[in-house]
C-alpha cells in the first residue's frame, strides 16, 4: 500500500493527464457514435433536455460546459439551441455562462499540467497559428479580436492561453467580451426559428457565413490590420 501511495503521488500529474485523454476519447465515442444526430438539430437537443425536466437547464449548461473542453463538438449548434430552447435574452445569458465556465476549466487544466499536456491535444498548425497572432500587439486585445471574430478555433486558444503569459483574469474578461455577439446572435437565430421569419434567418446565416469564410482566410490578417 505505501509503494502504491508513493507510486501514485510520484506519478499523479501524469495519471490526471491519461484520465483526460481518455475523458476525450469516451466524450468523442460518445458525441460520434450516440449523440451526433442530436447536436445536429436544435429540436433534438430541445426534446433531450426537456426530458430532464426541472434539471434541464442545469443539463443544458454542462452541455455547454462540455463542448467549450471536448473543443471537436460543435459549439454552434449548441448555441442557436440556446436561443432555440430559451430565447434570446435567457439563451445568451445560458450560453455565456456556460461557456465561459468551460473556458476558465480548460484554462486551468492547461496551466496545471503545461506544454506537454497541450500539445498532446493541440495541432501544431493551431499552436504555431496562436504563437504568431499573440506576438501582433497587446495579449489581452488580442484575445478579445481572436474571440470577436469567427472562423478562428476559439475553444482551441483557451488551451493555448494556460501556458502563454496572459493572466488568469485578463483571459476571463476578454474571452467572455469577445465571445457575446456572436452568442447574442446565435441565441437570435434560435429564436427566430420558431417564429419561422425566413428573410431574418436567411440574411443572419448568409451574413454570418460570408463572416465566417473571411474569418477562416483573413482572420490573422484582420487582426493585424485592426491592430496596426
Known amino acids: 500500500m505505501k509503494f502504491m501511495r508513493e507510486y501514485l503521488l510520484k506519478y499523479k500529474a501524469y495519471i490526471v493527464i491519461l484520465l483526460i485523454i481518455i475523458l476525450f476519447l469516451i466524450a468523442g465515442y460518445e458525441y460520434y457514435e450516440k449523440y451526433f444526430y442530436v447536436l445536429k438539430d436544435p ?18 449548461l454542462m452541455m455547454q460546459i462540455i463542448q467549450v473542453i471536448a473543443f471537436f463538438i460543435p459549439g454552434e449548434i449548441i448555441q442557436i439551441a440556446s436561443g432555440y430552447i430559451y430565447g434570446t435574452f435567457l439563451g445568451t445569458i445560458t450560453s455565456v455562462v456556460g461557456i465561459t465556465i468551460g473556458s476558465i476549466i480548460v484554462y486551468g487544466i492547461a496551466y496545471r499540467f503545461g506544454r506537454p499536456f497541450v500539445e498532446k491535444i493541440v495541432s501544431e498548425r493551431d499552436l504555431k497559428l496562436f504563437h504568431r497572432i499573440l506576438e501582433i500587439g497587446s495579449m489581452k486585445y488580442i484575445i478579445f479580436l481572436v ?27 476578454y474571452s467572455t467580451l469577445g465571445r457575446i455577439p456572436g452568442i447574442a446572435i446565435s441565441s437570435y437565430f434560435g429564436a427566430n426559428l420558431i417564429s419561422g421569419n425566413n428573410v431574418t434567418l436567411i440574411i443572419i446565416a448568409i451574413t454570418m457565413s ?12 484582420i487582426i493585424k490590420s485592426i491592430v496596426h
Open 43 to 60: 429540436e433534438r437537443i430541445k426534446e433531450y433536455v426537456m426530458s430532464f425536466g426541472k434539471f434541464g437547464y442545469l443539463v443544458f
Open 147 to 173: 474571440y470577436l471574430i469567427p472562423g478562428l478555433p476559439k475553444d482551441v486558444l483557451a488551451y493555448f492561453c494556460g501556458i502563454s503569459d496572459l493572466k488568469f483574469k485578463d483571459f476571463a474578461i
Open 210 to 221: 460570408i463572416i465566417f469564410i473571411l474569418g477562416v482566410i483573413k482572420g490573422e490578417r
